[in-house]
């Protein structure tokens, strides 16, 4: 019953609102299966409000989505069952350990994948009995990838799931995202790392007061910027350049007075600036020519957008809660943990105790999607 035609995720004029703000104004995109697809933005953009609309944990104010063919608003277990979730911050029980949460968690999944392979891919292997509690941050934000993944999901929701890693365990947790996409699965990664979003992304969008300001893939939008980038310091006794910059697109940046000129003409350029610093004999310092970054860009065009909306301080600013809690405790500030479908964080156990854990396709490249949608509706993670 999976869907074969259209995309994993549509997303058609999307917003969302809280009280009188809006944070989601009119977003549309679509995920196929298979692909990594990066929201970007500044904090406060909207990012995080459009993954829970699409995990079902958040109501839409407007605009369609679909998500496996399936409005996340109204879906019930069958579709939690075929998605994977790491929140931005999420709450496990700091009294489980690394090996108790995985089963707990996997126990309300159909097809759960193995926990001690599950527990090997984000590495915590040397953890695995000692409580969450005593874990770092970084080793914490592991097991939240690992639970995202334990129903081996064909569409996965990462929402910043790389914060507080170290830079090793980073890169592998970008080879673990690669995989993932490599067996079809769907996977939508929120990130403020501009170099994962490069690394990983198939495509990506980049988000500002809630509009999408640019998508495509990494190097289309690096190419907005030009295909250079020089730069070089103003010597201290000029105040402007503007006789060099006429004929450029160049602007002085920074405290460091940086000369920095975006140019599809590298050459050309270069062969002017040399020419008009020796004519004054002038050594540039710090000249460079580089290739824009997709961070370059997207800095760029983030520029004016930072913190669209000045909620924190905006007078009567409504604050929302959750739409689909569950029962655990949460942190002030956070939004929802896992929806009711999942077990809650330090609830109930759950009704349906795991089969005995078939092998995953997490490790195996076995994409073994076809049946995961299962219809007996008997599961208990509702
Ligand atoms: N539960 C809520 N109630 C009221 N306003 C909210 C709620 N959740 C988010 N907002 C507001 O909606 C806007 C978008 O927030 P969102 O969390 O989607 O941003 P984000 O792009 O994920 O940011 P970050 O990069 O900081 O995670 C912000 O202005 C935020 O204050
Ligand atoms: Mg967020």
């Not at 009119?26 to 196929?32: A, R």
């Not at 496996?68 to 700091?94: H, Y």
């Not at 292997?125 to 690992?146: E, F, H, M, P, Y």
């Not at 980038?229 to 006794?237: R, W």
Request: aromatic content about 4%; overall charge negative.
């Amino acid at each position: 019953m999976c869907a074969t035609v259209s995309a994993a995720v549509v997303v058609d004029r999307l917003v969302k609102d809280y009280g009188a703000a809006r944070a989601v104004d009119g977003v549309s995109f679509e995920v196929d299966r298979g692909e990594v697809f990066a929201l970007l933005g500044p904090n406060g953009a909207g990012k995080s409000s459009i993954v829970e609309i699409l995990e079902g944990h958040r109501e839409r104010t407007s605009g369609t989505v679909r998500v496996l063919d399936t409005d996340p608003a109204t879906a019930g277990s069958d579709f939690r069952e075929r998605i994977g979730i790491v929140l931005q911050s999420s709450g496990i029980d700091p009294e489980l350990t690394v090996r108790e949460a995985v089963d707990f968690y996997g126990a309300a999944y159909r097809r759960p994948a193995a926990t001690d392979e599950l527990i090997e891919l984000v590495e915590l292997q040397d953890k695995a009995d000692s409580r969450v509690s005593t874990l770092s941050g970084g080793q914490q934000r592991r097991i939240d990838l690992a639970l995202g993944l334990v129903g081996d999901p064909e569409v996965v929701f990462l929402d910043e799931p790389t914060t507080g890693f170290d830079p090793a365990a980073r890169r592998r947790g970008w080879e673990l995202v690669e995989r993932l996409a490599s067996q079809q699965r769907a996977v939508i990664l929120t990130t403020h790392y501009l170099d994962e979003a490069e690394a990983l992304a198939d495509r990506v969008a980049v988000l500002a007061k809630g509009r999408i300001v640019a998508e495509g893939t990494p190097a289309q939008l690096r190419a907005r910027a030009g295909s250079a980038l020089i730069s070089f310091v103003l010597p201290d006794h000029l105040d402007t350049a503007a006789d060099l910059l006429s004929p450029l697109k160049g602007e002085i940046v920074g405290r460091q007075r940086s000369v920095q000129i975006t140019t599809d003409a590298p050459t050309a350029d270069l062969a002017h600036l040399t020419g008009w610093a020796q004519q004054r004999g002038l050594e540039l310092e710090g000249l460079t020519v580089t290739k824009p970054s997709l961070e370059d860009v997207y800095l760029a065009l983030v520029a004016d957008d930072a913190d669209p909306l000045h909620p924190a301080d905006a007078p009567g600013q409504a604050v929302e809660a959750p739409d689909k809690a569950n029962n655990a405790p949460l942190r002030a500030g956070e939004p929802s943990v896992r929806a009711d479908e999942a077990p809650s964080q330090t609830g109930e156990a759950p009704e349906k105790a795991g089969e005995s854990p078939e092998q995953s396709a997490l490790d195996t490249g076995d994409e073994g999607d076809e049946d995961a949608d299962a219809e007996d509706g008997s599961d208990g993670a509702s």
